[in-house]
């Protein structure tokens, strides 16, 4: 499962969709892809019967052009569940579940403009190009170890 979030009518922003809609276009077998403007609680529902999930979004602060991280479930530190973290849908699918969610990771990319209204920066379009060389790497062998090997190197 792929999740790929963000607003596509704030700038960079729109990085999580846009990628996601550039791996939908490989009509890859086996993966499922989702996008949405933020992550919810019902998220979680998602996660069942996956073997790995990668989620996608824009980010502010990372080393450009893109980071990659396993996550972990953790409770969100937000008092409502709007815009939750990706750790904190891992954490209400173990919650609801009472089982491990499967092993999930986060694909930064780097943007650097968030106004509404803004098109994609060029820096931002340049670390999509290379978030998306990454990402067809991931989608060609979805095997944890493998993921795992890649965190390590970035």
């Known amino acids: 499962m792929i999740f790929g979030y963000g607003n596509p009518s704030r700038g960079d922003d729109a990085l999580g969709p846009l990628l996601l809609e550039k791996l939908q276009e490989l009509e890859l077998p086996g993966i499922e892809c989702l996008t949405d403007f933020q992550l919810q609680v019902e998220h979680a529902l998602d996660l069942d019967g996956r073997e790995l999930a990668l989620f996608i979004d824009a980010h502010l602060t990372c080393q450009p052009p893109f980071a990659f991280?396993?996550?972990?479930?953790?409770?969100?530190?937000?008092?409502?569940?709007?815009?939750?973290?990706?750790?904190?849908?891992?954490?209400?699918?173990q919650d609801i579940n009472h089982r491990l969610p499967p092993p999930a990771f986060m694909l930064s990319i780097r943007g650097e403009r968030f106004e509404l209204g803004e098109g994609?920066?060029?820096?931002?379009?340049?670390?999509?190009?290379?978030?998306?060389?990454?990402?067809?790497?991931?989608?060609?062998?979805?095997?944890?170890?493998?993921?795992?090997?890649?965190?390590?190197?970035?």
């Open 120 to 154: 994609l920066s060029p820096a931002a379009q340049a670390n999509l190009e290379a978030a998306f060389e990454f990402a067809k790497t991931l989608c060609a062998k979805p095997e944890l170890s493998y993921w795992q090997d890649l965190c390590e190197l970035r």
């Open 69 to 93: 991280t396993q996550l972990i479930p953790e409770s969100d530190r937000s008092y409502t569940t709007h815009a939750m973290s990706p750790s904190a849908v891992l954490q209400v699918y």
